[in-house]
């Protein structure tokens, strides 16, 4: 599987986690380091797609931390 | 507070990078014809993130993932190598797809009524219209702040079935709300977040209704409405996060879903004009009633047709249409799930219930207004919000 579609199934599963409060924001975090892991193997035309994915849990981790 | 949400330190104005991000959003803006609300201050980004918006108006960017590799290709005084305009094109719209981000207003997501900020539904929209804004002017913006041939084509969509789903919509219904849809779309784009599903609602009561509506219903009506537009917005995550879709079905999907969502919040709206129109002829000078429950019956049969026109297709959206939860259960078969992507579908699935089901959200307004229990009722979520 390629870095892009990996990094969609990392998300997929962050997603469905029915974890909450810290628990959460801990999944999210390993998710969003494992994602970033993967932008280096990422084809350059993915790998915008890739950090957005990323920010979009960072934004996440924000609404879960207010 | 949480190592990601830490910011980097600060880039100053005057600095090549800050300069730039600063003419990024002034273009955007400019583009957009609405103004950022980025306070001014910036601070780098740290880890394998392109940046973030944050609520307090500041904007952290990446230094290794956009401003450092997009700079060789805008440099006025060096000319960049191929490679170089190659490796600048995804941070240039990475850059560009959080100045977009920047315009939107988060507002005040815990009024009645609103929708969550972080709630996949919002997720779906502003993802959606940030994507379409950085297709149609990251072009534009790199021609009109660099000479050198920098090329946005190429780059994998960020977020493909949220968008065509939203592109859909804007066609079929900014046609109802009487206006095109570049109209709508503006009309969206400048109204917060938490209150973009009620501008819709209200601009297509307003134009089928005008005066007609008491306001005491119009909270109701916009229930009656954007519960159609935030399910097929909001389902739409199990396709975009899917690991078992291709991306390029992505965009079937987003099609297919936003058809079926425009089709349901159509003819909610035809049965809701159709209420006030008659007793208005019927009764000219006295005041409505509300929507009679057998309307409201059919709106719920409607929800539950259009999961079973999603079935039918292969994507089994299904979710108990509130009120009928254990009449769906008790039809349900049982789930042997032969194949991986129906266990994904399946798990999907129950996520989304768990984190949509009006039965899952705490609702003082309901019992209160002592409404009947079928009734979905928005803008009540539990206080944690966003996506757990």
Known sequence: MDAYREAQRLYAQAMLSTASGQDRIAELEQTVQRIGELVPTAAPGDRAAVLLMNSSLVELIAGESR | MNELLQRG????????????????????????????????????????????????????????????PARPAFTPEQTATSSELSAAAGPTKMAIFQARLSLSEFGDDTVPGATPVGSLEDLALENALADRFTNRYGGRIAEDLTEQPLSMLGQSPS??????????????????????PEKLRDLIESTERPQRFNAI???????????????????QLRQDLTGPLRRGLGGLTMTEYSELTHPGSKYGWGERSAERTADEFIENLADIVDHYDSWAEQNPGVEPPELPDS??????D?????????????????????????????????QPYPNARQQEIAKLQQFLWSHTAPSQQGSTTVDASGRPDNVRQIGTRKPERGVE
């Open chain 2, 159 to 180: 977020f493909p079935a949220y968008t065509t789903a939203t592109d859909r919509l804007m066609y079929s219904v900014g046609g109802v709300a009487g206006m095109g």
């Open chain 2, 302 to 334: 409607r929800e539950e047709q259009t999961q079973q026109v999603w079935a039918d297709a292969g994507w089994p959206a299904q979710q108990p249409v509130a009120g009928r939860e254990q009449a769906y259960n008790e039809r349900l078969p049982e």
């Open chain 2, 9 to 68: 330190p600060e880039i100053l104005p005057g600095s090549w990078k800050y300069e730039w991000v600063a003419s990024v959003v002034a273009k955007a803006a400019e583009y957009a014809g609405r103004p950022s609300h980025w306070n001014g201050k910036l601070y780098e980004q740290p880890g394998p993130v392109s940046g973030l918006y944050h609520r307090d108006g500041s904007m952290t960017i990446s230094r290794e993932h956009v401003l450092d």
């Open chain 2, 201 to 219: 609602a209200d601009a297509a009561l307003d134009h089928q209704l005008g005066d007609l509506v008491p306001d005491s219903h119009r909270d």
């Open chain 2, 295 to 300: 309307l409201r019956e059919k709106f719920l």
